[in-house]
């Protein structure tokens, strides 16, 4: 069954660092997504992807934060120079099926210190 | 304005109970909604998708949906212990073609033996 893979799955930075995480979306899927969830807290939506293009961002996805989809097939989620404040699970989703249902990968924790 | 609200829980049912999860939202054009399952740190699973009104099945999962009164429900039949995890409840908007998925804070569910 086709899935959404996310690397590394663990990540640890020193703050000001610049960190950049990974993403294969499922292979037909034309919307791609990523959220961010702080422990304890909700689900949050960072920015959607779509024709090559961000078609929406959130609030918290400020200047620090891009992404690119470099070669037709990965997603990466860059964040310039990391704050503490940034630690959190970062999941990407790619949407696809009928309703367009967002499809998860495993997660990268990422912890900055 | 909270955009998806579920109460954070924990709901706590005996094995082979039904437990009834519940979900409103504010956005009367949301077109689509999904119930997420999600195991502490790991990553939203989804489980159920539903944007008719009426009701959904899926095994064990029933999904309702009631657009008049802006709520959206899961049952979950016959409850194990293994489905002693967080759910969320997500609701698709359509913003410039973009569906995005808002979650909500998520219900904690625990079934004890």
């Known amino acids: 069954e086709p899935e959404v893979t996310q690397t590394p799955s663990h990540q640890v930075t020193q703050m000001g660092q610049e960190v950049i995480l990974r993403c294969v979306p499922i292979s037909n899927h034309l919307y791609f997504y990523w959220y961010r969830q702080i422990l304890g807290q909700k689900v949050e939506f960072l920015v959607s992807f779509y024709n090559n293009e961000i078609s929406e961002k959130s609030e918290i996805f400020d200047d620090q934060f891009s992404v690119e989809r470099p070669d037709g097939s990965n997603f990466t989620l860059k964040i310039r120079s990391t704050k503490l404040e940034d630690s959190a699970m970062y999941f990407c989703?790619?949407?696809?099926?009928?309703?367009?249902?967002?499809?998860f990968g495993q997660g990268t924790r990422l912890t900055v210190v | 304005q909270k955009e998806v609200e579920q109460n954070s829980g924990p709901l706590s049912v005996p094995e082979g109970a039904i437990a009834s999860l519940n979900c409103t939202y504010s956005d009367r054009v949301s077109q689509s909604f999904f119930w997420y399952r999600q195991y502490s740190g790991k990553s939203p699973e989804l489980i159920m998708s539903?944007?008719?009104?009426g009701d959904k099945e899926d095994g064990r999962f029933t999904a309702q949906l009631n657009k008049a009164s802006q709520y959206v429900s899961l049952l979950i039949r016959d409850s194990q212990p293994s489905d002693s995890a967080t759910y969320l409840c997500?609701?698709?908007?359509?913003?410039?073609?973009?569906?995005?998925?808002?979650f909500g804070r998520g219900t904690s569910l625990i079934v004890h033996p």
């Open positions: 989703a790619s949407g696809g099926g009928q309703l367009n249902q967002a499809f």
């Open positions: 539903i944007y008719s009104n």
């Open positions: 997500a609701v698709k908007r359509s913003s410039g073609g973009s569906y995005i998925p808002t």
